[in-house]
């Protein structure tokens, strides 16, 4: 059994004393939001460090966005995961939705944790936005 890295284990500990499985850093609802959340990564444990966000969000506040809407690309819902240190990792997700709440937020970490494939780097999927 692998062991999991000790930021794990702390953000494991912190949220069991605040009997929560996420913590959400941003008043919701909202067009983004920043979410910790425990999962695992390539057989680890994870502390993933979610910034969750509707395709608009992206096309409005993200420079590639912006030029790929202005050269009139489609925009596709994705994950982005960057390199970790010691067990966090950053991951980024933009979905195809008006507003980011409590049930997608809880929604999307259901869809990390069950994502048999999550590898560095980006992935696309469903529909895209025009």
């Not at 913590?23 to 919701?28: I, Q």
């Not at 050269?71 to 950053?90: A, C, D, K, T």
Request: proline share 5%; charged share 20%; hydrophobic share 45%.
């Amino acid at each position: 059994m692998r062991t999991a890295h000790p930021q794990a284990e702390t953000f494991r500990t912190r949220l069991l004393e605040l009997a929560s499985d996420y913590l959400c850093n941003t008043r919701l609802p909202d067009t983004s939001a920043s979410v910790l959340f425990l999962g695992q990564f390539q057989g680890q444990p994870a502390v993933w460090n979610m910034t969750l966000a509707t395709l608009a969000h992206y096309s409005l506040t993200e420079p590639d966005f912006i030029a790929a809407k202005a050269q009139g690309l489609r925009i596709s819902p994705f994950i982005e995961i960057m390199e970790g240190v010691e067990g966090v990792y950053q991951i980024r997700v933009g979905l195809d939705l008006a507003v980011i709440d409590e049930p997608v937020i809880k929604k999307t970490i259901i869809m990390i944790r069950n994502y048999k494939r999550l590898a560095l780097g980006k992935i696309e999927f469903g529909a895209v936005q025009t």
